[in-house]
C-alpha cells in the first residue's frame, strides 16, 4: 500500500474505536456512526476521481472488515451506501452527477438501492413495480421489499419496469416521494433500518433516469457489494477467532485454563487457519477488482468467505461455552451478524450459481 492507503487503514482502527456499538441492537439506525465516517473521508475512498480519492479496493476492504469488528450494521450501511454510489457514478447523466455526487461522497446524502420485491425475491424473477413516462416526468407506482435504510436513506435507486422498455430501469427517487411500509425486526444487523418502501403514484423528473437495462446497473452494484460483505465476514470471523482467543486464555476450569485443552488447541488452529485463507482470498478478489474481470474472483471469495466465517464464529462459541452463547462476550452477536452476509446484494446460492455459469461457459 501507498503511505497514504496505510494511514487510512490505521485511522479505520482509531474511528472504529469511537462507533456507538451498543444502539444497533435495540434497533437504533446507526446515522452517527455513518456521520462520523463521513468527516474523516471514508465514503470516498474507493470513488473514482474526481469525485472520490480512487484508491485501490484493498483499502477498502481492510477499512470495512475494521468497522465491521466494532459496529456490523454501520459496515452493512457503508458498503451499501459505498456500491451504490459506485453505480450510480457509472450511470447516471453528467447532470445528475454534478447534483449528487459531491453530497454521496462526502456523506451528507445517503443511497441505497431497492430491486428486491415480494414477488421476484432474490433472484428478481418478476417486476411489479413500474414507471411510465407522462410528459416531462416518470410515475412510479409498486413496493420494494426488504430494503436496507427503508425510510432513513436519502436517496433510492428504484429498479422498475419502463412502460415501452423490453427492460426494467432504474429511477433516481427522493426518501420525501416514498412511504415506509412495514419495518422487519432481524435476527442480527438490528441497526440497518430494514423493511418496505411503497411507491404511490410518484413522480419524478425524467432526468432521474439513470439506466434502461437494470442487470447493467445490477454488476456495478454487485460487484462492490459483493467485495464488501466478504470484508464484513472477514471482519467478524476475525474479530471472533480474537475473542475466543483472549477467553480461553484467561478463562480456568480447575488449575488449567481453557487454552490448555487438546480439543481447544484444535479448533484455534482450524479458525487461525480459516481466518488467514479468508482474508488472503478477499485481498486476491479486491487486487482483481481493477482488471477486466473482476467477477470471478469476487464471487470465489463472497462463496468461500461468507460460509467460512460462520464456521469460525461456531468454533468460537464451541470452546467459549456459556460465556459464548450468552452478551457476555460478542460472539452471539457476530454469529448473528453474520447470517445476513449469506442475503445481502445476492443470495450466497445465487452467487454459487453465477460462478458455476462462468466455470462451465
Known sequence: MSEESELIVQSASEVAKQLDTTSEEQGIFVRKNLELLAQQGFMGILIPKPYGMGLPARVFVDVVKTIAKASPSTAWLYVTHVASTMAFNTFASQ??????????????????????????????AEFKTNAELKGDKYVINGSKTFITGAGELDLYLIITKITGNPKPGVILVDKSKVKVGQSFTSLGMKGISWGELVLENVEVPKENFIVDDFTKFLGVLGRVGMLGVSAISVGLAEGAFEEALTHVKSRKLGQNTLSLFEGVQIYLAEMSAKVEAMKQLLYYAADQFSSQNPLPAVLKARVFITENALDVIDKAMRITGGHGFSSLLKLEKYYRDARATMLHFQTLEVSKKVLAGILLS
Request: glycine share 16%.
Open 95 to 124: 447532470q445528475l452527477k454534478d447534483k449528487y455526487m459531491k453530497d454521496l461522497v462526502e456523506g451528507k446524502l445517503l443511497i441505497g438501492a431497492a430491486g428486491t420485491e415480494s414477488v421476484g425475491g432474490a433472484i428478481n
